[in-house]
């Protein structure tokens, strides 16, 4: 099917970016020339439309609609960009790094249910994968940092 490994490397810079961003005040960020203003836009652009998208999909299933492959493979997008966020963060803070057991074992489960040739009941997958992307969630929100870095990347873009 498709693995949370195709999106890793992208999820991964997002991820490392929003750390440094979440230090950054707006004021700040202004200064900076046109061209890394825009990669700043971008990136947050992009980490905005996947948690826009699995907020959407997690409204979708609470209301009883069945999820879809493409409701899978977003999520999946979604717990691999969060890992990336998580992994930035336990290599700079305590608390995070406290959780990293946990998050290995959530993110096994994510990586068992994206990388999986055939989805045979993607409703189920969809929220085994919601469920492990929440527990990496609460995990990175257990610092300041972390909780700076959720709000970084949850602010759309205001260049």
């Known amino acids: ?92 803070s305590s608390t995070v790094a406290k959780a990293e057991d946990a998050e290995r074992e959530a993110m096994s489960v994510v990586d068992a249910a994206c990388s999986a040739p055939e989805v045979t009941d993607a409703a189920t997958a969809t929220a085994t994968v919601i469920a492990g992307a929440n527990a990496v969630k609460q995990a990175i929100r257990a610092s300041p940092e972390g909780a700076s870095a959720l709000a970084a990347a949850s602010a759309p873009p205001k260049s």
């Open 1 to 92: 099917m498709f693995s949370t490994f195709s999106v890793r490397p992208r999820a991964c810079a997002a991820g490392a970016f929003l750390l440094a961003l979440a230090a950054c005040t707006p004021a700040e960020i202004q200064k900076f020339d046109a061209g890394t203003r825009k990669v700043i836009d971008d990136t947050r652009a992009w980490v905005v439309a996947f948690k826009q998208g699995a907020d959407d999909i997690a409204r979708k299933l609470a209301a009883g609609y069945v999820a879809t492959v493409e409701d899978l493979r977003m999520e999946c997008g979604n717990a691999a960009t969060l890992n990336a966020v998580f992994q930035g963060l336990a290599a700079v």
